[in-house]
């Protein structure tokens, strides 16, 4: 269920990464929300451009959907710099970053997407790299194998995770600049919509973005791709514009409420209020119940119903909260305290 979810804020295909391409803002001034990220990142720039010098390596780091790609390519074409990108998983042996290495210029970027899932020998590969501006690189092996000291142009390492925790500490130490991608609001995330309309000439009502974005999770890529299943929706079914009735129509087909939750979001309550009796329940036995993988609930459905108080987080387990249980029209299991125990040792009073 949760491989195409509308509502998430991974991405889905190739296809939809090039729409969204066509959609990105390419300057700073042209970014919406994230505004203390972007003076800090105003401020690094102007004051390399003043010594020319290449910036510091930087690390994004946030929920998957909130520009982290976008800031990396903002921020290369800030400096006026080209930039190759990868992924941690693509780059799984040390000629693989060597390729990317050996034809980087000076002030050029390196942008490696979840970099937290670099291999344990890559990782330490490019320390020198980044500290150093060289790399040991093997060549052949066994009795036969010379190690060379390669040298590097003076570059710039952007490195983007959805996962901060699981960076290792070597490598976190060796960004010079770490900045949290925040979720954007209502009114952000309808400022992109009216951008992203603009560049796809679509006529669309007033207050019919509003109604977009707040089901948008605060994610600009969710945003950008209800926009699209609307646009569609408004073509086929309407006259191609965007009114209230349309947008309606076309988010409740989605399954989407006005809340932006979508069935797998409902489905993790229901299992929770109902088989569980609001909680706590593990989440292994609540991807058990629901036939989803755990790495699914915790990074996909989790976050959102945590950060609009649905959700608790408790050490015995999940717990479902009275706001959520109104929304969905259920029945609230007040917890109750335990009871003390008593004492092991406790003598009976005669």
């Known amino acids: 269920m949760a491989i195409n979810r509308v509502i998430s804020a991974q991405s889905l295909n190739e296809a939809e990464e090039k729409f969204n391409i066509s959609l990105r803002p390419k300057r700073l001034n042209e970014c919406v929300g994230q505004s203390n990220v972007k003076e ?65 210029n000076t002030g050029d970027v390196l942008f490696i997407d979840e970099i937290h899932r670099l291999s344990t020998p890559v990782e330490e590969f490019i320390y020198p790299a980044m500290e150093e501006f060289r790399v040991d690189f093997t060549v052949d092996s066994g009795l036969h194998a010379k190690t060379i000291n390669f040298p590097l142009k003076r570059f710039t390492l952007i490195g983007a995770t959805t996962r901060a925790g699981l960076l290792s500490a070597p490598l976190r130490g060796r960004f010079g600049m770490l900045y949290h991608l925040e979720f954007y609001n209502a009114e952000e995330l309808t400022a992109i919509l009216e951008r992203s309309a603009k560049l796809l000439s679509l006529h669309c009502e007033d207050q019919t973005l509003k109604l977009i974005a707040a089901r948008s999770r605060g994610a600009p890529r969710t945003a950008n791709r209800l926009l699209k299943r609307v646009r569609d929706y408004a073509q086929v079914k309407g006259e191609g514009a965007l009114t209230a009735k349309i947008v309606e129509s076309a988010l409740k087909m989605e399954q989407i409420d006005p809340l932006g939750l979508d069935e797998l979001d409902r489905a993790f309550m229901r299992a929770l209020a109902v088989t569980y009796d609001g909680g706590p329940a593990g989440i292994d036995a609540l991807a058990a119940t629901l036939g989803e993988e755990r790495d699914t609930l915790e ?52």
């Open 40 to 104: 800090k990142l105003a401020i690094a720039i102007a004051a390399a451009k003043q010594r020319s010098e290449p910036l510091e390596h930087i690390l994004f780091y946030g929920p998957p959907g909130l520009g982290k790609t976008t800031l990396a390519n903002v921020v290369a074409n800030e400096m006026g710099a080209r930039i190759r990108c990868s992924s941690g998983p693509a780059l799984t042996k040390q000629g693989d970053v060597m390729g990317l290495l050996s034809n980087i």
């Open 299 to 350: 990074d996909v459905v989790e976050p959102y119903l945590l950060q609009i108080g649905f959700l608790r987080r408790t050490k015995r387990g999940r717990e479902i909260t009275a706001k959520a249980c109104k929304h969905l029209g259920l029945k609230y299991h007040e917890k109750k305290d335990s009871p003390d125990l008593p004492d092991l040792f406790e003598k009976n009073e005669s």
